[in-house]
């Protein structure tokens, strides 16, 4: 499976982006999504996962109530919208691949990975 992510950029404070990750060369549908962020100095840190149909949702709590994960499995394509921006979102996404919701948190669990989008927020 290919990943490629896009949507990144800079977004003053409390600004909003959404972010893609278009699949490829696989059945999108059998594949748990995540997405990790990485800032400079700092290790790759969970955000959000969805299920395969999309049914069920987990979030790291420094993002609940302003992130959203969603998914299309008809487009092969899983979305993150980030709402209420701060300065600490700052970083590279990715997004990631699993066959099983569970263990979502570690990246090792996942078997594939995007190439990563950065999102700056800063005024």
């Known amino acids: 499976v290919q990943l490629q992510a896009s949507g990144g950029g800079l977004v003053q404070p409390g600004g909003s982006l959404r972010l893609a990750c278009a699949a490829s060369?696989?059945?999108?549908?059998?594949?748990?999504m995540g997405w990790f962020r990485q800032a400079p100095g700092k290790e790759r840190e969970f955000v959000a996962a969805?299920?395969?149909?999309?049914?069920?949702?987990y979030y790291a709590d420094s993002v609940k109530g302003r992130f959203t994960i969603s998914r299309d499995n008809a487009k092969n394509t899983v979305y993150l919208q980030m709402n209420s921006l701060k300065p600490e979102d700052t970083a590279v996404y990715y997004c990631?691949?699993?066959?099983?919701?569970?263990?979502?948190?570690?990246?090792?669990?996942?078997?594939?990975w995007g190439q990563g989008t950065l999102v700056t927020v800063s005024s």
């Open positions: 060369g696989g059945t999108f549908s059998r594949y748990v």
């Open positions: 990631a691949a699993k066959p099983e919701f569970r263990q979502l948190l570690r990246p090792p669990q996942y078997d594939y």
């Open positions: 969805i299920s395969w149909s999309g049914g069920s949702t």
